[in-house]
């Protein structure tokens, strides 16, 4: 890198880094989707009584914008604001 200067070495790292990043984190995001998997709705607990007046299963996502507004959502890191149950199966790597 001689004779570049330290704006253009600074870029030229910047460039490889963000070049080595994106490709790991696609991967990343692949294998959580990959490892998770939504159970049949027979499985899963359904709410039989309202909750609260805008969100029947009560788990705060609101009924307008919940994807299972009779089941609630499992907070465990995977789309936890689709309002739908999911179980995310972990290799036990991390």
């Known amino acids: 890198m001689m004779g570049w200067t330290r704006n253009q070495q600074i870029t030229l790292v910047v460039v490889v880094v ?4 994106v490709p790991v984190l696609w991967q990343i995001s692949s294998v959580r989707a990959a490892q998770a998997t939504t159970e049949p709705a027979e499985t899963m607990e ?26 609630p959502e499992t907070e465990n890191g995977f789309q936890d604001d689709d309002g739908c149950p999911d179980v995310v199966e972990t290799t036990g790597a991390s």
């Open 46 to 71: 359904t709410v039989s009584t309202q909750q609260a007046p805008n969100d029947y299963d009560g788990d705060g996502i609101p009924d307008a914008t919940d994807q299972c507004p009779q089941r």
């Open 18 to 21: 963000f070049l080595i990043t």
